[in-house]
């Protein structure tokens, strides 16, 4: 069975309520009628009614399943902008601002109704950029107690793949953290392992990447990431974490062997932990393109609700993928 087909059935076991605040793209609107077929989620969709069942007609999809709120309509708008006003006003929130931002920003009133315990997650990205669908999120429901930074991961795939979790992987930071520090990259880590056993449900094996195996390499970048093993070991010792690893060395047993001898995760990672965003995000698309491998993300973990972003590059597939996802996460919260 295929990874996602797991994290599915896992969904369908627990079914929760999961918003698509994009409702304008057609991508969303066919993944809502899968995931409705499918028994994955209940789905709230937001927007005018009238239009986004235009839109669904016009497609030959289903939504006689979902549930569509008009911000316009809804008889919990006040609820709403009374909520936010209080959360923002330390912030210089008003309650006009308050009420013009939940009538015209669908991610906002999405988060809002997750806040709100109206809904169990939100799923958005298709046609927003991470930072628009991360800005309501940070704002109104704040990182996790605990968690030091929200970062982005993706769950990859990869089919006929002897490496990782027989193919699977979780990469991070793919979609967020531009350059880290060695702190972070700790952080990041920690955060890591716990989103790859609640989702994959086996031990995470962390390498901490970087162009150099156990000193084969000097410079300042190869630093950042010995520090950030260190600080991991110290803050984390919990965990199964090494580096610094080049990949091959992280996934390779017979390279393991001659570069990192003795080493607890070499040859044997399933959790790849990038020295920044550009490392991150370029492997993650060579990965998926190259090798075919389903991916999933970027998820965003350390928010304290569920709320997940999507590249807009995405599919209809893709959609359901993480919709699925970010209902488990939301078991678990």
Not at 120 to 139: E, I, K, N, W, Y
Request: with cysteine.
């Amino acid at each position: 069975m295929a990874y996602i087909d797991i994290i599915k059935e896992k969904a369908r076991s627990d079914r929760k309520t999961i918003v698509l605040p994009e409702t304008t793209d057609k991508r969303t609107l066919i993944a809502a009628s899968s995931i409705i077929s499918e028994g994955i989620a209940d789905i709230i969709m937001i927007g005018d009614e009238e239009k986004i069942m235009d839109g669904a007609g016009w497609l030959e999809v289903e939504l006689g399943g979902a549930k569509i709120v008009n911000p316009e309509k809804t008889p919990k708008l006040e609820e709403y902008i009374e909520l936010l006003y209080e959360l923002r006003k330390s912030k210089g929130m008003t309650m006009e601002k308050a009420r013009e931002l939940i009538l015209k920003d669908y991610l906002t009133f999405g988060v809002m109704m997750v806040k709100a315990n109206d809904a169990d997650g939100m799923v958005a990205g298709a046609c927003h950029a991470t930072a628009d669908t991360l800005r309501p999120a940070l704002q109104i429901l704040k990182t996790a107690p605990g968690v030091k930074l929200v970062s982005g991961f993706f769950i990859l795939d990869v089919p006929d793949c002897e490496y990782g979790d027989n193919g699977t992987f979780l990469f991070a930071d793919c979609g967020l953290n531009q350059d880290p520090t060695a702190q972070e990259l700790a952080a990041i880590a920690d955060s890591s392992a716990t989103s790859f056993k609640q989702l994959v449900g086996t031990e995470p094996i962390i390498a901490m990447l970087s162009h150099s195996t156990k000193g084969s390499a000097k410079h300042p970048l190869v630093d950042k990431v010995v520090e950030a093993t260190k600080i991991a070991k110290e803050n984390y010792p919990h965990l199964i974490l090494d580096g610094e690893l080049q990949t091959d060395a992280a996934l390779v047993p017979q390279v393991a062997k001659s570069k990192a001898p003795g080493s607890p995760v070499a040859g044997k990672a399933n959790v790849l932990i990038f020295p920044n965003l550009d490392s991150g995000n370029i492997g993650y698309k060579l990965v998926q393109r190259l090798a075919k491998a389903e991916a999933y993300g970027p998820m965003l973990q350390g928010i304290a609700r569920p709320v997940n972003d999507l590249s807009r590059g995405c599919s209809w597939q893709d959609i359901v993928g993480v919709v699925a996802l970010t209902a488990v996460q939301a078991q678990l919260a």
